[in-house]
């Protein structure tokens, strides 16, 4: 009977074992808690994530049409340009057509003078 425990030892450690009981019970209920949060923190994550893709794809469907509209624009702005070098061009050929056709009849009237 020497390995026996009194009452009281027997309350006290009934008591202890309880309030232990209730530390891990504490600390099993934060723990929870914590994976509650976690969970909510990875959805959040994963809707971010896919919000963030649809933005990706309007932003890339945007930069197309900007890149076309861009285009269009440039078009426009060197349509001005590409007339003023035409009529620069056109006026230029028609001065060297003009001084040919000049040298060309004068060449036409000297030889008719000497021929005659």
């Not at 976690?38 to 809707?47: D, F, L, P, W």
């Not at 035409?86 to 036409?108: F, P, Q, S």
């Amino acid at each position: 009977m020497e390995d026996c425990i009194s009452r009281r030892e027997h309350e006290e450690f009934c008591k202890r074992m309880e309030e232990e009981h209730h530390r891990q019970n504490r600390r099993i209920e934060l723990l929870e808690e914590s994976i509650r949060q976690i969970g909510s923190i990875a959805t959040s994550v994963e809707k971010l994530a896919m919000n963030m893709e649809g933005m990706v794809r309007e932003q890339e469907r945007q930069g197309e049409a900007l890149d076309k509209q861009s285009e269009r624009l440039d078009a426009l702005e060197k349509e001005p340009a590409d007339t003023w070098q035409r009529i620069k061009t056109k006026a230029l050929d028609t001065a060297v057509g003009l001084i040919a056709g000049a040298l060309a009849t004068g060449a036409v009237i000297m030889i008719a003078q000497y021929i005659r």
